[in-house]
């Protein structure tokens, strides 16, 4: 086993590739009081992996719980980081308040006067750090036959509205909140498998109808959970320049990379966990070297690049889509620099 260098003696990536986009990591305000000093080596953005979303900040009736959000606030407005703020609209970790009441189901109206309640006190609180907002997370469906994913996907906002005009409500709160409080704020539809030809069809046809409707919608985000195998850089490059071509800001809002490129979803089977061997370790450095390398030749479409999570030991994907470890990261298990950061490094010209 080759001995690994210390994080603080390998270049800074965000330094690295500060001509062609900003890097940022999404993560929980623990893994900064753990080890900021990574973080601010390394990175130059911030997304709060969790502690934004509507379960997490406003978890009961009785308000909200911003400590965790702010402390991650906090250390970007102390490192001049700008942060992405992740997310107002998904149809995962919602708060079993919004939708359901003591004596039933929550009315349409009340949704929609709480989800505007808590658009403006997240767009107004974090005003002064948040460049962005991912107004509304995977509203699209993953069928090739349906355009909306619908409660039989898991979404009850989609039942709740009666259709998709939950996702119009939303960015017009958004865009009034924005007005109000934070007028150089971005607003992002941000979505996985937007390199499927399909799915990016509906993200674009999406957004040509809420413009048409007059609703403004700023930037895509390309999730950019991707395999060693999966997707192409072509196809990666050809989802950017399809999206900027609808004058959309970009960007590359989630990326890792699982070592997992066989597993079968539609029929339930995965790969068995592999270990961590030279050979994947150096698999992994190359699938990063050539994302990177593509991601730099169209970095005049994108606006950041987001790592989400900060090591191999904090993924999520070590959960999803079944208990597994995986490797998915540019640091370690023990937050040390891998051969994938050094490729990366390598790419960035
Ligand atoms: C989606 C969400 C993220 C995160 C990941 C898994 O991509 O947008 O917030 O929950 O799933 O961690």
């Known amino acids: 086993m080759t001995e690994l260098p210390a994080f603080d003696a390998v270049p800074s990536l965000a330094q690295a590739f500060e001509r062609h986009f900003s890097i940022g990591v999404a993560l929980e305000a623990s893994t900064l009081q753990e080890k900021g000093p990574l973080v601010a080596r390394h990175f130059r953005r911030l997304t709060a992996e969790n502690a934004m979303k509507f379960g997490e900040i406003c978890p009961s009736t009785a308000g909200y719980t911003f400590t965790r959000a702010d402390v991650i606030a906090n250390f970007a407005r102390a490192h001049a980081m700008p942060m992405t703020g992740h997310t107002l609209v998904w149809h995962r970790m919602t708060p079993s308040w919004l939708f359901e009441t003591e004596t039933g189901l929550s009315s349409r109206s009340s949704v929609e006067v709480n989800l505007r309640r808590h658009i403006f006190t997240m767009i107004q609180r974090y005003a002064d750090v948040v460049d962005n907002w991912d107004v509304v997370n995977e509203a699209l469906s993953d069928h090739p036959d349906k355009t909306w994913r619908d409660a039989s996907e898991g979404s009850r906002w989609y039942s ?14 958004a865009a009034e909140a924005a007005a109000h409080f934070a007028p150089h704020v971005k607003l992002y539809y941000n979505d996985y498998n937007l390199e499927v030809p399909g799915k990016r069809r509906k993200a674009i046809e999406m957004v040509r109808t809420l413009r048409r409707e ?3 919608i700023d930037g895509v985000g ?20 399809e999206l900027a071509a609808e004058d959309l800001l970009v960007k590359i809002s ?65 959960y999803w889509p079944l208990k597994r470890k995986n490797y998915p990261l540019l640091f370690d298990a023990e937050d040390r620099p891998k051969a994938a950061l050094l490729a990366v490094l390598g790419a960035a010209g």
């Open 160 to 173: 709740l509205f009666e259709g998709e005009s939950y996702v119009a409500r939303s960015f017009i709160d």
């Open 214 to 216: 007059g609703v403004r």
């Open 222 to 241: 390309i999730q950019g959970h991707i395999n060693l195998k999966w997707p192409t850089k072509e196809d990666l490059v050809r989802a950017v320049e």
């Open 254 to 318: 989630e990326l890792d990379i699982s070592v997992y490129s066989k597993d079968d979803p539609s029929g339930h089977s995965f790969e068995c966990e592999s270990a961590s061997t030279p050979d994947l370790d150096r698999a992994l450095a190359d699938r990063y070297r050539e994302v990177f390398t593509a991601l730099r030749e169209c970095s005049s479409r994108l606006t950041s690049v987001t790592l989400w999570g900060l090591s191999d030991r904090l993924s999520w994907l070590n």
